[in-house]
T-cell receptor, first 113, second 112 residues
Framework: GAGVSQSPSNKVTEKGKDVELRCDPISGHTALYWYRQRLGQGLEFLIY????????KSGLPSDRFSAERTGESVSTLTIQRTQQEDSAVYLCASSRLVEETQYFGPGTRLLVL | QKEVEQNSGPLSVPEGAIASLNCTYSDRVSQSFFWYRQYSGKSPELIMSIYSNGDKEDGRFTAQLNKASQYVSLLIRDSQPSDSATYLC????????????FGPGTSLSVIP
């Protein structure tokens, strides 16, 4: 079936604006992860969902970041009042079960001017 | 101590040589271990998963797991320039609740 999809693929926004990033996981995958990757850096864990609940929100950098998942399917990551340091690639991954292989989407490249 | 540690590199090997990538983890009860490859500008993709002590081979790749030493490695035989990438080790942490933790990655450069 289809892989993990993310939209938009690229987003340019002005400092202070809100942005919403979307992730469509592989059908049937119960676990969904959000990561941030700055240029030349490693994966930075943000949040993960088991079904529609988020057991671990510890990676969210500030209260400007929030995420939700509905119907054990699509997830949205919202960044309010964007800052230049939010510029990065935001990656979404899903897995059938938490302890199994994660499949990554192509990412959303966010640039905050 | 970080939960998953890797040498950051860069690791440089000549074409045709064996590349050895290492990873250590802190959670003694971890059960699932993964190696991902990430090319520059691309998303990570799975190379291998390993769940039992010992070696697991897939083509030119061999994963080795030693739970007693909390150590997992990836060997790449007959390294090719196309193997140049960042290699990410991931471990399923089982304390409190299940969660897969990624290491910082090791950058590999295969020199023609």
């Amino acid at each position: 079936g289809a892989g993990v999809s993310q939209s938009p693929s690229n987003k340019v926004t002005e400092k202070g604006k809100d942005v919403e990033l979307r992730c469509d996981p592989i059908s049937g995958h119960t676990a969904l992860y959000w990561y941030r990757q700055r240029l030349g850096q490693g994966l930075e864990f943000l949040i993960y969902f088991q079904g529609n609940s988020a057991p671990d929100k510890s990676g969210l950098p500030s209260d400007r970041f929030s995420a939700e998942r509905t119907g054990e399917s699509v997830s949205t990551l919202t960044i309010q009042r964007t800052q230049q340091e939010d510029s990065a690639v935001y990656l979404c991954a899903s897995s059938r079960l938490v302890e199994e292989t994660q499949y990554f989407g192509p990412g959303t490249r966010l640039l905050v001017l | 101590q970080k939960e998953v540690e890797q040498n950051s590199g860069p690791l440089s090997v000549p074409e045709g040589a064996i590349a050895s990538l290492n990873c250590t983890y802190s959670d003694r009860v971890s059960q699932s271990f993964f190696w991902y490859r990430q090319y520059s500008g691309k998303s990570p993709e799975l190379i291998m998963s390993i769940y039992s002590n010992g070696d697991k081979e897939d083509g030119r790749f061999t994963a080795q797991l030693n739970k007693a030493s909390q150590y997992v490695s990836l060997l790449i035989r007959d390294s090719q320039p196309s193997d140049s990438a960042t290699y990410l080790c991931a471990v399923n942490r089982r304390t409190s609740y299940d969660k897969v933790i990624f290491g910082p990655g090791t950058s590999l450069s295969v020199i023609p």
